[in-house]
């Protein structure tokens, strides 16, 4: 008796397999297509968190301008204001936002106190508590420099409002509104 058939042998010969090198080129097309997915779901993650840290940031500038515009509003002249009277960085106080008050910045934060420093120098820690804003991830501090140039001929106040703060992917960010006040108004 014949337990193998000579047909039988000339059909496992004559089937073909996959080579080694057909499934590495396989492999290797997979992989970089996975790669390609996973480069462009990263990439799309990060600029989703930036727009979020931006537009946290903007809403707490928005809030400190409509801050400042009540102090303006409630002011008579420039002399009496004191977002155009200070010439040191400062912030509308954002513990209490139903009566806006000036927090002013304390100790030695630059030179002039006036301006500033380079956001990659900035440690943040001259801001006073109260300019610090606290979001779900993030906690942006917030200055406001006076650039009125004090000429008599010059009516209204530019203030430029600035947010800055770390970011979840690492390294700095900041953001700066610029507002143009006029007393009274």
Known sequence: MKLFSNSNKSKRLNQRGDTIIEVLVALTVLASALATAYV??????????????????????????????TIFSAQTSDA????????????????????PTIASFTGSYNASGSTLL???????????????????????????????????????????????????????DQVSLTYRGYPGK
């Open 40 to 69: 462009t779901s990263n990439k799309s993650l990060q600029m989703a968190r930036d727009s979020q840290e931006h537009s946290e940031a903007l809403l707490i500038l928005q809030s400190q301008v409509e801050q400042a515009r």
């Open 80 to 99: 009496t204001n004191p977002l155009t009277t200070s010439t040191k960085l400062y912030c509308v106080d954002m513990t209490q936002p139903a009566t």
């Open 118 to 172: 380079p956001l990659l120098t900035d440690d943040f820690n001259h801001y006073p508590t109260n300019c610090r804003k606290n979001s779900q991830a993030f906690s942006y501090n917030v200055s406001i420099q006076n650039q009125h140039t004090g000429a008599p001929n010059i009516i209204g106040n530019t203030l430029v409002f600035t947010a800055r703060w770390d970011k979840l992917g690492g390294g700095r």
